[in-house]
């Protein structure tokens, strides 16, 4: 029921394109949860697939961000 999803930065390849980092993002908003604008057509995959990312290729911000989004809409508080 999330309107997050996965959003890739990329960077270029010899052949094709390389995923840098995965930032998370507000379905259909241009720029992830850390401001950071990304391209249009960037890969993207659902929230649900956060939990399988390379630890090395999250967005520590995003990432971050994203938890305590969550927390709050989980009613949690302290921490
Ligand atoms: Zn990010």
Known sequence: MSAFELRAEHRPAEI????????????????????????????ALPITAAASI???LRCGGCWRLHGHATALAQGRTGG
């Open 16 to 43: 094709g394109r390389q995923v840098r980092c995965w930032h998370i993002a507000q379905a259909r908003h241009p720029s992830g949860l850390g401001r950071r604008l990304l391209t249009p057509c960037a890969d």
């Open 54 to 56: 390379t630890p090395q």
